[in-house]
């Protein structure tokens, strides 16, 4: 017999379609009647139809179907979808309750021995997600806790995309299904795409209970490798779940000495080299130094694996070398362990300080004031360059190789680089300097123009008649002349150092960036200084006309407040920026 469709022009199908929706059986009780063969144009049945309704669901609908037609029980749509999948999806509780009972009072199959039940609970659709994937994605903890009740003995298959039911809840943070899961089913799978595990997509996603579950319930999952070579302690690590990384430590410490398969980075590796990233990479704001306690309780509970290397040969005070702060660096060199990796050359014989001088020589001065031995600085590399020569010249090849490993595009196993950006790296902010460096000279050699040339057209003129102050200036002993005298010499000085500065620093790369903070500091005083050299010269030669000089004068120092206004508006938007982001 042919389906009859309720997409048809008939009045009668529609009134059909409408009374599905509804929940209304009146127009179901003909004794005629194929329900099953009653379909919508994607295949959906009445039950379908009744069961995806935003209306209120109801069980006697259900069970008086099911009674004319029993077959609608495993009857598929399009999608593959039986009427518990589509139950289990809506978080139907008492659907789902009816569907199972009717179940079992079905016969046994005769050719997998199951019970009809078993059947209906294990059924996949086309995306192979079961009734139970579709109750997880959307954490309905009833109808989880009553279909692992119904079918323990089950691990539960993983869908098209690879993912299991226990993965699922573990990455979407589904905690108390997740438990219903761990404590009904006997052996849960928990594999998910790509060689992750659930415990790896709770840890990467932060899911600090869930991780907790997961580890009393599947300890040996602590060393499951994705297909990256990562174990959930190396996701820790590398996101900064400081928490997590304990709990993880605690279940065992020997992941703590698992390296991964690209690039044989152990966990302390990565929490190292993604440390104090800028605000584009890392956590909330509040969480910015998180690796570093990750850091600090690794190397507490196995100092030993601080002697481990990557591919390259980098141990990991190679990267502490490219990411810490010098405060960070001269504590973790405070452990006797760490210190003695000082020495320690990689596959091209660069010593962690190499590395220091080549990407940060502003840092190297405070980092030797702790290193007092020679010994630690006279090493070179196979290029035979010293720690002076990179200081001095730089070193192209190791600066090349720092910034390949910080390239990311957001994807792979490192998103946020094998080593995250850092904008203190001399070779990133070189061109921002030299972008800002001929303004600035500009500027310096302005000012210093402007007040030697002040200071030769004295205002108010010189004494012409001959005697002992011939020569001298008119107003010479007016405050407010001595004031301008004073600040148009010190904006003269404060710019003649900026421009010597600027000098020192294109060839004493060691310190480049010491100078490069003072000369800015140089640059903003010297303009503070020839403001008050302004004003306060105007106020000397216009006093006569009090009201004129004021005038002048405190148009002068508006100066201040225009800066102020600008400081105020400038800072509310960063932490209004710093708050959504926080938020984000």
């Known amino acids: 017999m042919d389906s009859v469709s309720f997409g048809s022009e008939c009045e009668f199908n529609r009134d059909l379609y409408k009374a599905a929706i509804k929940g209304d059986i009146q127009p179901f009780t003909d004794d005629n009647q194929h329900l099953d063969l009653i379909l919508t144009p994607i295949k959906n049945t009445i039950l379908h139809v009744h069961l995806s309704s935003e209306t209120r669901k109801s069980t006697l609908f259900v069970r008086e179907m099911l009674e004319k037609c029993p077959s609608l029980l495993r009857q598929v749509n399009a999608n593959g979808d039986t009427p518990l999948h589509v139950a289990a999806r809506h978080g139907c509780f008492p659907i789902v309750k009816v569907l199972i009972q009717y179940a079992k009072t079905q016969p046994q199959d005769p050719e997998s021995g199951l019970e009809y039940k078993q059947l209906m609970i294990r059924k996949s659709n086309n995306e192979g997600n079961s009734a139970l994937h579709e109750a997880v994605v959307s954490d309905y903890v009833r109808v989880v806790e009553i279909l692992t009740k119904e079918d323990p003995e089950f691990s539960h298959f993983a869908n098209n995309l690879g993912e299991t039911p226990l ?175 000082i020495t320690k050359k990689d596959a091209k014989g660069n010593t962690p300080l190499h590395v220091l001088a080549a990407c940060r020589p502003g840092a190297y001065p405070h980092i030797k004031e702790k290193l007092k031995a020679s010994r630690y600085h006279s090493a070179v590399n196979k290029q035979n360059d010293s720690i002076h020569d990179i200081l001095v010249d730089g070193s192209p090849q190791l600066q090349e190789e720092i910034q390949e490993l910080s390239n990311s595009d957001g994807t792979g196993p490192y998103r946020r680089g094998i080593i995250s950006k850092s904008p203190f790296w001399i070779f990133h902010r070189l061109p921002r300097y030299e972008k800002t460096k001929d303004s600035e000279l500009v500027v310096v050699t302005l000012i210093a123009t402007v007040t030697f040339t002040a200071a030769l057209t004295m205002p108010g003129g010189y004494q012409s008649e001959k005697g002992p102050r011939q020569g001298t200036a008119f107003l010479s002993r007016k405050a407010a002349f001595q004031a301008f005298v004073i600040t148009d010499a010190t904006a003269f000085v404060l710019s003649l150092a900026a421009v010597f500065l600027h000098f020192f620093a294109s060839w004493n790369l060691s310190r480049f960036w010491f100078y490069r903070a003072h000369t800015r500091f140089l640059i903003s005083s010297a303009i503070v200084a020839m403001v008050v050299a302004f004003s306060s010269g105007t106020y000397a030669v216009l006093s006569p006309s009090l009201g004129f000089a004021i005038a002048t004068c405190l148009i002068g120092l508006s100066f201040f407040l225009v800066i102020l206004r600008i400081g105020y508006v400038f800072e509310k938007r960063r932490r209004r920026s710093m708050n959504e982001r926080s938020g984000a």
């Open 167 to 341: 993965f699922i809840a573990a990455e979407r943070g589904c905690l108390l299904s997740l438990r219903e899961i761990l404590k009904r089913c006997k052996s849960a799978a928990h594999e998910g795409p790509h060689g992750m595990t659930a415990l790896h997509v709770a840890v990467k996603n932060n899911h600090l209970g869930i991780t907790r579950e997961l580890l009393k319930n599947k300890e040996s999952l602590t060393r499951n490798r994705n297909q990256n070579g990562w174990t959930p302690l190396h996701f820790a690590a590398y996101y900064g779940s400081f928490s997590i990384t304990k709990l993880l430590l605690e279940s065992d410490i020997f992941a703590a000495y698992v390296a991964d398969k690209d690039r044989k980075m152990t966990p302390l590796h990565m929490s190292v080299s993604i440390a104090n990233s800028s605000p584009k990479y890392t956590l909330p704001l509040k969480k910015k130094y998180m690796h570093m306690q990750i850091i600090e309780e690794i190397i507490s509970q196995c100092p030993d694996c601080c002697q481990m290397v990557d591919d390259r040969g980098w141990n990991v005070l190679h990267f502490a070398m490219t990411k810490l702060t010098v405060l960070q660096l001269n504590s973790l060199l405070e452990n006797p362990i760490i210190r003695d990796l």
